[in-house]
């Protein structure tokens, strides 16, 4: 088998299938539904947004910590503007707000799991986790969900400005890039998660790619940096993938970089 057919054929592997994509949706629309009887007005809206929605997203069979996002707005318009409720003007610590998430959990959703993941409180049902994100919008329209980076102890004290789709454009109609996406990702999974998943998506989409998913391959084993704060281990375990990539790159023989993924 080419290397290019290998990686075409772990990447639709890698693909949520109709089964798993069914019960998903079935548990999107209930976390949905009892948000808005939960919250009632406090609540403007719910969507799904990240991986899931750009079809980057790999299968538990590839990834124990797979999960859906879930982005939890809260607040109305008055007047034109964007409020909080009660109608104030000042938004509340984030931490306000990941707790009423992690209390609907435990009082909707008694017999799974929950916990906080700065900065999302997780549901984890049989299937899937589902990442719920509080978040706010300004006066400017933008949105701010909980920043990790600002977190003290146990409470998060600062919001941060994020798009969260920022990443789907370049990604809705290249299907060659999002499967590049899935075979990093699983690559990532196998050494340990050496990058943060959505840094590393982040990463991909910012640089130029062409030809086949093996030429992307190749070309994502040669831009990929080994950074000087990684541990030692992390620096060999990326050297690994570049000397086996440059190898099959070669050779053609997909049994050079079976091992980086199973």
Sequence with gaps: MSVNSYLNDLAVRAIVRDNEKNKIQVSVKAIKERLEQHFSSEVDK???FG???RGT???RQFDDNSDVDIMVIFGKIFGGFYRLEPRNNYPKKPQTYLQKLRDF???RYPNSICKQSFPVVVLELNHIKFDLVPAIIDDFGDYKIPNKQGWYQTQILDWITTN???LDGALVNDQTLRRLVRVAKIWNVKQ???YDSYELEKWIVQKSFYGDLS???YNFCNLLPINYDLSQEKKNQIQRLKDLARKAKYSDD???IRGLFE
């Design 46 to 48: 719910v969507f799904i």
């Design 51 to 53: 991986s899931y929605k």
């Design 57 to 59: 997203i790999i299968p």
């Design 105 to 107: 959990i435990e009082l």
């Design 164 to 166: 969260p789709n920022d």
């Design 192 to 194: 340990g998660r050496i």
């Design 215 to 217: 030429e992307h391959f």
């Design 254 to 256: 997909e049994s050079c």
